[in-house]
C-alpha cells in the first residue's frame, strides 16, 4: 500500500520503533539527493511494513547545502559508513542519468550530513545517533 492509504485507513506499524526507523533512512537519503517531491504517494509500504521510497523525478539538485537539516534525527550506522565512501569515482557510474554537476551536488549534501552526524555523534553518543537496521 502506499503511505497515503495507511494514513486514509489510520493504520499503526506493528512494529512502531522498526517504522521510525525506516522513517530515519528515507529522510537522510532525501537529503542526500535533495529530493523535493517526497509525498505520501511516494512511500510505499510492503507487507512487512517496510517502507519503499519511489519517484525521485524532483531530485539530484545542484546544492551542496541540506534541504532542511531538522530531518536529521537519527542514522542507520551501514548507511553512513556508506555515505562516507562515495566519491566522484564510484558515482560516476550514474553519469548516463544525473549530470556531473548534480554529482557535485550530491558529494556536497553528503559532505554536509557527514558532518552534521559526526557533530551529533560528539555531543550525544553514538547510541543516541547510530542504529543498526535489521537486514532486509
Request: hydrophobic share 40%.
Amino acid at each position: 500500500m502506499m503511505e497515503v492509504d495507511r494514513q486514509k485507513k489510520k493504520l499503526t506499524a506493528p512494529n512502531l520503533d522498526a517504522w521510525n526507523l525506516e522513517m530515519y533512512i528515507v529522510r537522510v537519503f532525501d537529503q542526500l539527493i535533495y529530493n523535493t517531491d517526497r509525498n505520501l504517494q511516494n512511500l510505499m509500504i510492503d507487507p512487512d511494513w517496510r517502507i519503499w521510497m519511489i519517484d525521485h523525478t524532483r531530485a539530484f539538485r545542484l546544492y551542496t547545502t541540506l534541504k532542511d537539516k531538522k530531518n536529521l534525527v537519527r542514522c542507520d550506522r551501514k548507511l553512513l559508513d556508506q555515505m562516507r565512501a562515495l566519491n566522484a569515482e564510484t558515482l560516476s557510474t550514474l553519469k548516463p542519468y544525473v549530470t556531473g554537476a548534480e554529482i557535485k551536488g550530491l558529494l556536497g549534501r553528503r559532505d554536509a550530513i557527514v558532518k552534521f552526524f559526526d557533530s551529533e555523534i560528539k555531543q550525544k553518543g553514538e547510541a543516541a545517533v547510530l542504529y543498526d537496521r535489521p537486514a532486509r
